[in-house]
């Protein structure tokens, strides 16, 4: 994506935003190409209002409430997000780049829902696009949730999201469901940051799609019975802390299963594999 030289600074960009978020102006009124480009520019911005609110906010009003932009724009702000953006600063742990790699990731998944609607991006770019969002993923070490004064950064939440829009896509291989439910599993074995906005319950969406949609349960049934086993081996690896930490995560998201599952006929043998698996760790 060529960025436009007169791009918008931010204060400028928050001020058209947040006229045509409350009805002053319309989309059609504004240069659309400088508009996105600046979005774009902008996406991670400590201006947790301008980034979440109205930047992300104005995203999801244009694809997936009233489907405003091109087909073609939206598979060039997909290499855009996929090429640039979600992996920009990931080397250097916690930084606020963080912000540019999780807004990012949300709209990535409004892309990819607006394809799963009208179907215009390629298998291709669908099997590419889950190469790279998993890599993110497992690359990821910033999973902060809620950073003070700069808001929102919860990057497992955002790409959990974007996963979910992922597998439920008719052009993505089922066969690459084992290792995208591998990939979330991992996502939880994480020993520096205790997980306490919501990361277990939205890592769980994507597997209960994936689930609706042809994963064998025996998939996951193996994962958990794996679960104890990795907590032994990490008890030997980690001072106290960091150990306490990875069987919070672990068990909130077990938890998290177990309750989800309880009670459905349809899940009887998982519930039941859910249930050995909390009563070891």
Not at 234 to 246: A, F, M, S, T
Request: aromatic share 8%; net charge negative; charged share 25%.
């Amino acid at each position: 994506m060529i960025l436009d030289k007169n791009l918008l600074k931010e204060n400028e960009l928050k001020e058209i935003l947040a006229n045509i978020s409350s009805g002053n102006k319309t989309w059609q009124q504004e240069d659309q190409t400088q508009l996105v480009q600046s979005m774009m520019l902008h996406i991670g911005s400590l201006d947790s209002e301008l980034r979440d609110n109205l930047i992300y906010g104005s995203f999801y009003e244009l694809i997936r409430e009233k489907n405003l932009l091109e087909h073609s724009l939206l598979t060039e702000l997909l290499e855009e997000c996929l090429n640039n953006l979600l992996c920009k600063g990931i080397e250097e742990g916690e930084s606020d780049l963080v912000f540019t790699r999780t807004f990012t990731s949300l709209l990535i998944a409004l892309i990819l829902y607006r394809d799963n609607e009208d179907n215009f991006l390629s298998e291709h770019k669908i099997n590419e696009c889950k190469d790279r969002v998993l890599a993110y993923l497992s690359a990821e070490t910033d999973v902060r949730g809620y950073v003070p004064v700069k808001g929102w950064a919860h990057s497992v939440a955002h790409m959990a999201d974007a996963i979910d829009e992922l597998v439920k896509n008719s052009k993505l291989n089922k066969a690459s469901y084992i290792e995208v439910v591998g990939t979330l599993f991992n996502a939880i074995l994480q020993e520096d940051y205790a997980f306490i906005h919501n990361e277990d319950e939205r890592i769980l969406v994507p597997i209960f799609t994936m689930l609706e949609h042809g994963l064998e349960e025996q998939e996951i049934i193996k994962l958990l019975q794996e679960l104890p086993a990795t907590l032994k081996v990490k008890k030997e690896q980690l001072d106290v802390p960091h150990h306490r930490i990875l069987v919070f995560n672990c068990k909130s998201f077990v938890k998290s299963f177990y309750i989800k599952t309880n009670g459905k006929p349809k899940f009887a043998t998982l519930y039941k594999s859910i249930e050995a698996c909390l009563d070891e760790l």
